[in-house]
């Protein structure tokens, strides 16, 4: 007789151990996905936080030059106060060639005469050719000048300058050869501007700002029908720099 074969055992996992590993596989699998999805999220957000942080900004931005700060010097730097060769051209965003033929910057005393160590006044003027950002046909010629009080005996730098400011307002308005507007300017401390007929033809605009106690003056010229704030945009390129650097180089 022959013997029955025994059926041969089942592989593999059955009953509660199939099911234990199947429940182990798939949470382990979860937690895999889980990982990967937070690991990814953590990539994702660093990337942007890192964009954001370390974001740089040009120093000649509006934004950059507003936000910084200095202090006033304890002393009168000579050497280093020059608006006219050091500041205006270190102006990256504006496109001005000035020309060589000035004389350099003045010292004089308040009422005029010769400068003293607590009586001083410096001044100068320079001329040149800027290149707008509007729409012109011809570059405008532009002119700057300048009167900073370093030094009063009698302590009143601000309001000599401020004094200044309004002689200068009239004398600009006047100097056109045909007025049209003006008004408030908002511009370093204080500022107007007024624009109109050139006498040498053209448009003019004059802007007139005070910093601290240095008086400021510019005035461009365009052959083109220009219109004030086409002028203003030129104007407030030089405010920073030259905000910072009158805060910091007219001593305290």
């Known amino acids: 007789m022959v013997e029955e074969k025994a059926p041969p055992q089942k592989q593999g996992l059955h009953g509660w151990k199939a099911a234990a590993a199947v429940f ?3 949470t382990l699998a979860a937690f895999g996905v889980f990982g990967v999805v937070v690991a990814l999220l953590g990539t994702l957000l660093s990337t942007l936080s890192s964009g954001f942080g370390g974001s740089q900004q040009n120093p000649d931005d509006s934004s950059v030059g507003a936000a910084q ?4 010097r304890d002393e ?3 050497d280093k106060f020059d608006l006219c060769r050091i500041s205006l051209p270190s102006v990256s965003s504006v496109s001005l060639l000035l020309d060589d033929d000035g004389v350099g910057p003045v010292d004089t005393s308040v009422e005029g005469g010769e400068p003293a160590e607590d009586n001083l006044v410096r001044s100068d ?8 950002t509007a729409r012109t046909t011809q570059p405008w010629s ?21 004094g200044d400011l309004e002689q200068w307002r009239e004398e600009a308005e006047e100097s056109l050869a045909g007025f049209e507007e003006g008004g408030e300017l908002d511009f370093l401390d204080r500022a107007h501007y007024v624009y109109g007929n050139s006498p040498v033809g053209g448009v003019e605009y004059i802007a007139v700002a005070r910093k601290r106690s240095a008086v400021l003056q510019f005035s461009m010229v ?3 029908e220009n219109s004030p704030i086409h002028f203003e945009s030129e104007v407030k390129k030089f405010e920073n720099h030259l905000d910072l650097a009158l805060q910091n180089m007219i001593p305290r």
């Open 24 to 26: 182990g596989c798939g």
């Open 125 to 132: 003027e320079c001329s040149g050719t800027l290149h707008p």
């Open 76 to 78: 009168f730097v000579s």
């Open 142 to 162: 532009f002119h700057f000048s300048y009167r900073a009080v370093i030094f009063s005996p009698e302590g009143d730098r601000e309001d000599l300058s401020q």
């Open 222 to 224: 365009s052959q083109d």
């Open 69 to 72: 700060t200095t202090s006033p």
